[in-house]
């Protein structure tokens, strides 16, 4: 510990404890009632798998006394009787402005103390009420805890939003109504009711849309992950979570554990089979089958923890890729012949990327099982966007003129029509075009983490990592001429095959980009005006084409 006594300028080192501070990572917080007061919250040890506890300096942290380290108060039970730990990742500590003997702490869950950090009681409300006797819902995972100097309230941020408290931790209101803040893995799409969908959060489990409406229903908690909607079925299908597997039915509303025996690791993929909801292949390391909805499982080997996709054409045909883990930067693509029992490296033939660059989506064709798009993460520029039309057996570079980002999904259309969601927002490119172009439609400059496509019904769904859900209809054909006239902000791209004249306000600041090409001309007539910190760009080049040059 250390601290200043000249604003900064030279700086003790404190190593006066009762006990010696643990290796973990530490937490601190001070009062305005008691300036004198430093508390110190000592995470897990490095080496040794102890809570290094709650300290208190009562000298303005000349010395420091441990308060208690019992129960666990870092760790993922109510009780804190457990040996879990998060420390690395989420701690965080707050004393009260209006008395000091009253102190928040939290890890995964949450505690609060009236005596000075002495004894505990678990403040986790809705996971915890047994012992905590809060009402409303604590989620896990806490990075920041604050009292308001001016009324004592007490606000907590975690990886489920924020919330407050107004009588110190017993009751807990919930303020992130409105925060379109969604971090989604993934999303599936039922094809029979395309209101249905259900998501894969970050550390908020799944949750299921409410029928044609922007409330979401919780499914399940912890890391969502993959889901898929079977054929046949409006409201039954497969999702996974942590290293989970479930089956899910009522659209999400019931479940089952079917995890394969064997399987390990964070985040496996899952798909079903065209038409046949109860075949069902799981991608860890290994991928396993199993043809009577998850009762019992197959190892059939490959790897499938980057992606499993079906082929809507052909109900014999999968592909798959993955290496040792979710996480991997190495492995292989495969392709089955026979509903996953065997499987064949495609990724050693010619044309496919040699770049140790990591697989992150599958795309087919949905007339064609043997035309088959891929898509990269990661910067080895000019490796994003790979096709075969051979069932894989070569490769063509499709990555144009995209920027060197990751690109991380991708829905292909009857066409063979390509949409690819990246690090910056959505892409198209049609089969008879050169290149890829902007498929904004105010869409938010936010990693694009999966597509789903909905070509009857002209449409598609964007899920972002931050930023929620969104839908915009289809690609257009080029027009030959625009006049824009409307106020515009937010992420836009425009193009006509001749001219675009425009007379609009642009405004919005940092959050907007407007991209204006035509072949022939632009024109920014009377009224055009860009406010301060928006982005302008204008090209001339034909539709379906890179801009190079503005």
């Not at 604050?146 to 941020?157: I, Q």
């Amino acid at each position: 510990f250390f601290r200043s006594t000249d604003g900064g300028i030279e700086w003790e080192e404190i190593t006066d404890f009762d006990y010696p501070l643990l290796s973990g990572r530490v937490a601190l917080a001070i009062t305005n009632v008691s300036s004198n007061r430093v508390y110190i919250m000592s995470g897990w040890a490095a080496n040794g798998g102890t809570f290094g506890g709650v300290y208190l300096s009562t000298d303005s942290g000349s010395s420091f006394t441990r308060q208690s380290n019992t129960p666990n108060i870092v760790e993922s039970s109510c009780t804190g009787t457990g040996g879990t730990n998060q420390s690395s990742y989420d701690l965080a500590i707050a004393v009260s402005h209006v008395t000091s003997t009253r102190v928040i702490a939290a890890g995964i869950t949450t505690w609060r103390s009236s005596n000075y950090g002495v004894t505990w009681v678990n403040a986790s409300a809705g996971r915890c009420d047994a012992e905590s006797e809060s009402t409303g819902f604590v989620h896990a995972d806490v990075h920041d805890i604050e009292y308001n100097p001016l009324n004592g309230h007490v606000y907590l941020g975690s990886d489920g939003g924020l919330i407050k408290s107004a009588n110190h931790g017993i009751d807990w209101v919930n303020l992130s109504d409105g925060i379109t803040a969604s971090q989604i893995y993934h999303m599936a799409g039922s094809l029979t009711d395309i209101d249905n969908m259900i998501i894969g959060l970050q550390d908020n489990g799944c949750k299921r849309r409410n029928a044609n409406t922007s409330v979401w229903d919780q499914v399940l908690s912890a890391d969502g992950f993959d889901c898929i909607y079977n054929d046949e079925s409006s409201t039954a299908g497969y999702l996974s979570w942590n290293s989970i597997v479930s089956r899910f039915w009522n659209n999400g509303g019931n479940r089952e554990d079917i995890t394969p025996p064997g399987s390990d690791g964070f985040f496996p993929r899952v798909t079903s089979a065209i038409n046949d909801g109860t075949l069902v292949l799981a991608g860890y390391a290994d991928i396993f089958k199993s043809i009577n909805s998850g009762q019992s499982w197959s190892n059939e080997g490959a790897s499938g923890f980057w992606d499993i996709e079906r082929c809507p054409s052909n109900a014999s045909r999968f592909y798959a890729a993955g290496g040792s883990s979710a996480f991997a930067t190495t492995g292989n693509m495969y392709r089955s012949a026979n509903q996953g029992d065997t499987w064949t490296v495609v990724s050693d033939n010619p044309g496919y990327p040699t770049a140790n660059i990591r697989l992150t989506d599958i795309g087919v064709r949905p007339t064609v099982s043997g035309n088959v798009w891929i898509t990269f993460g990661g910067f080895s520029d000019g490796n994003k966007v790979f096709f075969s039309d051979d069932v894989g057996e070569s490769w063509f570079n499709k990555s144009g003129s995209l920027p060197n980002i990751p690109v991380n999904a991708i829905q292909v259309d009857a066409n063979n029509n390509a949409y690819i969601g990246t690090d910056i927002g959505v892409f198209y490119r049609g089969s008879g075009m050169t290149d890829w172009v902007p498929f904004w439609h105010r869409l938010p400059v936010i990693p694009v983490s999966d597509l789903e496509l909905y070509e009857a019904d002209n449409f598609i769904r964007a899920a972002t990592f931050g930023r929620g859900v969104w839908q915009s209809d289809t690609y257009s054909t080029c027009t030959q001429g625009l006049n824009l006239t409307a106020n515009l902000s937010g992420n836009r791209y425009y193009e006509a095959s001749d001219s675009i004249s425009c007379t609009s306000y642009i405004f919005g600041g940092q959050n907007t980009n407007l991209v204006l090409k035509a072949d022939n001309y632009i024109i920014l007539k009377a009224g055009f005006e860009a406010g301060f910190g928006n982005t302008v760009h204008g090209y001339l080049a034909p539709c379906g084409t890179a801009q190079l040059e503005d």
